[in-house]
């Protein structure tokens, strides 16, 4: 098993930026493919970014392309989502996923979750 936290949300004004972190234990990190995911008040889960065991793939959802960036260091145990040009509609708890295959974008496919943390963007 994989035990995840995430770290990094907050409030933040329209145009900011947010670093988000995930740190993981237990089994090997590098064994796992990760992904964040968010969920708005409301609304369901929702795919954000995901990367493969060893960073050489990324996938993102179309809503946040060219403004967020996923990565990870294997030898910190943690992964990262760094997020620019923050929009109030990217609001919401935001969870990292661990799985122990290849890159997904839906969270039934993912086995371990984080606590989320909440991520509020102010107009």
């Known amino acids: 098993q994989v035990q995840l936290v995430e770290s990094g949300g907050g409030l933040v004004q329209a145009g900011g930026s947010l670093r988000l972190s995930c740190a993981a234990s237990g089994r090997t990190f590098s064994s796992y493919a990760m992904g964040w995911f968010r969920q708005a008040p409301g609304k369901e889960r929702e795919f954000v970014a995901a990367?493969?065991?060893?960073?050489?793939?990324?996938q993102y959802a179309d809503s946040v392309k060219g403004r967020f960036t996923i990565s990870r260091d294997n030898a910190k145990n943690t992964l990262y989502l760094q997020m620019n040009s923050l929009k109030p509609e990217d609001t919401a708890v935001y969870y990292c996923a661990a799985r122990a295959r290849s890159l997904a974008t839906s969270f039934p496919e993912y086995n371990y979750w984080g606590q989320g943390t909440q991520v509020t963007v102010s107009s």
């Open positions: 990367i493969t065991l060893g960073g050489h793939s990324i």
